[in-house]
Structure formats: structure tokens, C-alpha cells
């Protein structure tokens, strides 16, 4: 039978003589996981708002409402997950994830944002399975729902290209 324990922040399966601690992940790393979603929640903030700000031309017109929507829900996310830096005891990035531009083409902004959406899909599905080994289960729902609301907008980003081809 298999156990997971958590032990001085170890990851330990089994118990007895066949207690292994051979994953060895800590609350630190988890935390810098943490703070590296902040810096990206902070980039696309910013970056779907400008490009909602700077909007030209009919297909941009079209999505232009659900840009703002989008730029709103990654503000929230970067609050829910700043609140969870600060209760773990870490840093809050005061800058984007990295410099960025808005593409020129509408073809080059949407095929950014799908970047974007797969980019922060990828770490959040790391972090809800290193919640999960941890037992941190408030952090791992917490990162499920925002997980859930990014493959909405990569779908809302994917379909909108597809659309306009
Ligand atoms: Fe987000
Ligand atoms: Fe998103």
C-alpha cells in the first residue's frame, strides 16, 4: 500500500522499512512557481489592456470587449495568487514576467496571446501537481479554477484566429 507523507517538507511514499523520500520538493520551490505566475499574471494584465486600449480595425473592434473582460480576470488572478505569495511569506514581482511588445498583425497579436495561454497552462498544471505532493490543497484548488479560466481564453484566442482566416 502506497502512503504519501509529508515530513520537514519531503515528500515521503511508503512507510516502515520501505519509506523512501525520493521526491524531494519544498515549499520554497513551489513558492517560486508561485511568484514566477505573479510576474506573468502582471505581463498579460497589462498586455491584453493595451491591446484592448489599442485596438484598430474590424476584427479587433469585434474582440475588443472581451480583451478588457480578459485583462480584468488576469488582474484577479494575480491578486488570488499575490495573496498566496504574501500568506507563504514570499516576494511580490513589481515587474512583468518580461518586456513584451503588441504585434502589429492581428494574426501576430493572437498568435502571442495563444503563447501566453499555453505558457501559463503549462506551469499551472506543475504547480497543481506540486500542491498536490505537498498537501497544500487550498493552493491547488485555488490554481485548478484559475487553470480552468486560462484554457478558456487559449480556446477564445485559438477560435478567434481560426475565424479570421
Ligand atoms: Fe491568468
Ligand atoms: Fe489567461
Excluded: W
Amino acid at each position: 500500500m502506497r502512503k504519501d507523507n509529508l515530513e520537514n517538507n519531503k515528500i515521503i511514499i511508503g512507510s516502515g522499512k520501505y519509506k523512501i523520500s525520493s521526491v524531494n520538493i519544498k515549499k520554497k520551490e513551489m513558492l517560486g512557481m508561485l511568484e514566477e505566475a505573479v510576474a506573468r499574471e502582471l505581463k498579460v494584465s497589462i498586455r491584453y489592456m493595451y491591446q484592448h486600449m489599442m485596438f484598430k480595425g474590424v476584427k479587433e473592434f469585434a474582440i475588443n470587449e472581451e480583451l478588457e473582460e480578459i485583462a480584468i480576470t488576469e488582474m484577479q488572478h494575480l491578486e488570488k495568487i499575490g495573496e498566496k505569495v504574501i500568506y507563504l511569506g514570499g516576494n511580490l514581482p513589481t515587474m512583468p514576467y518580461e518586456d513584451f511588445a503588441i504585434q502589429d498583425s492581428f494574426k501576430g497579436k493572437m498568435m502571442a496571446d495563444i503563447k501566453e495561454e499555453e505558457d501559463a497552462i503549462k506551469l499551472y498544471k506543475e504547480i497543481i501537481k506540486v500542491a498536490d505532493l505537498l498537501g497544500d490543497f487550498a493552493t491547488k484548488e485555488m490554481m485548478m479554477k484559475i487553470l480552468a479560466d486560462e484554457e478558456e481564453h487559449h480556446d477564445f484566442f485559438i477560435s478567434v484566429l481560426e475565424e479570421s482566416e
